[in-house]
């Protein structure tokens, strides 16, 4: 079993940054491969970001390529996600999750197990 908890969230206006973090429990964190979703009102939940269980491979969406970056911190069970230029389409509820395969899917289907999300709202 895996229990995560998302911080971080909050409100910023656009071309601002915010750093989420997840921190997890259990004994498998650092053998799992971890990602953020998020969910916007009336939409699917989408990928964000994911990142292997060593930090080598990483997949992003294209809408934050180059403004988001993903990381982990395998010796204080935690990921990261270092948000900057935001834009008022990032505003959702931000998720972090984990699986145990060592590749970095993109599909939310592929994730066992999922914090409770935390609100990232932008204002333009």
């Known amino acids: 079993q895996v229990q995560l908890v998302e911080s971080g969230g909050g409100l910023v206006q656009a071309g601002g940054s915010l750093t989420l973090s997840c921190a997890a429990s259990?004994?498998?964190?650092?053998?799992?491969?971890m990602g953020w979703f998020r969910q916007a009102p009336g939409k699917e939940r989408e990928s964000v970001a994911a990142?292997?269980?060593?930090?080598?491979?990483?997949v992003y969406a294209d809408s934050v390529k180059g403004r988001f970056t993903i990381s982990r911190d395998n010796a204080k069970n935690t990921v990261f996600l270092q948000m900057n230029s935001l834009k008022s389409e990032d505003t959702a509820v931000y998720y972090c999750?984990?699986?145990?395969?060592?590749?970095?899917?993109?599909?939310?289907?592929?994730?066992?197990?999922w914090g409770q999300g935390t609100q990232v709202t932008v204002s333009s």
């Open positions: 990142i292997s269980w060593r930090g080598g491979s990483t």
């Open positions: 999750a984990a699986r145990s395969g060592t590749y970095p899917s993109k599909d939310p289907l592929a994730y066992d197990y």
């Open positions: 259990g004994r498998t964190f650092s053998t799992n491969t």
